[in-house]
């Protein structure tokens, strides 16, 4: 498999490497907190201790060979876009659940309490009938290449290393509306939809609110 996936207008696609690291944290932190509609509704951000809880759980991700980043060739190589993926067995569906049932109440506990629901919910195995997939986790841009047409090649390179690794399917949960538009435009497919004023608490209260229009949040497939 190749490790570069094309170089245009001065961008190039490549593998993230465990060197990468510190710099997609950074870069995480500058442009993935403040916009992703979860993140900032309960207010989750790339402080340091946040990124300590999930350092070991990306850098498993980045051996797998699974994740990518955009490089700037015309300004030393700078991030300017970011793929966390990583292959996701059946047998790992309750992970996030029993990851949230550890945490201290909290930002992170509720959003990873969440997402896992929706997963459990969706259950992407049984509606596909596989028993793994490729697992796009985050896709982010740096905010001032939005709206280049960035994100969607950083999608269709990370189908290509879903097919070069034999993976039949890639699979992503969008909480915004716009990343989950761009998925769709790719041929992804919505099969699990969820609105986040039905996800309240004991007393009736919504627990989380993103900023309009995020409204619900998808997850989306694609046969690799």
């Keep these: 498999m190749s490790t570069n996936f094309g170089l245009k207008n001065g961008v190039l ?12 944290s950074n870069f995480l932190r500058d442009h993935f907190y403040n916009a992703e509609p979860l993140c900032v509704a309960l207010g989750v951000d790339g402080r340091p201790s946040f990124e300590k809880i999930f350092k070991e759980y990306r850098i498993h991700m980045i051996e797998q060979g699974t994740c990518l980043v955009a490089l700037d060739t015309n300004n030393a190589e700078r991030i300017v876009g970011v793929v966390l993926a990583k292959k996701t067995a059946e047998s790992q569906l309750q992970e996030g ?8 109440d909290g930002a992170l506990k509720t959003m990873i309490t969440f997402i896992s ?35 969607t ?6 189908m290509e290393v879903g097919r070069s690794k034999g993976y ?6 969008c909480s915004s509306i716009y990343s989950a538009r761009q998925k769709l435009a790719m041929g992804m497919e ?16 919504v627990v989380i609110q993103p900023p309009a229009p995020h409204t619900h949040v998808q997850m989306l497939a694609i046969k690799l």
């Design 13 to 24: 696609i490549r593998l993230m490497t465990l060197e990468d690291y510190d710099n997609v």
């Design 97 to 104: 659940r029993l990851r949230a049932e550890k945490m201290a």
């Design 117 to 151: 629901g929706v997963h459990l919910k969706a259950n992407v195995f049984k509606h596909y009938g596989v028993s793994e997939i490729l697992y796009s986790q985050i896709t982010t841009v740096d905010t001032a290449m939005r709206g280049k047409g960035l994100g």
């Design 153 to 158: 090649r950083l999608a269709a390179a990370l």
């Design 168 to 173: 039949p399917l890639m699979v992503a949960t």
């Design 190 to 205: 919505c099969f699990y939809s969820e609105a986040y004023a039905d996800y309240k608490d004991a007393n009736g209260k």
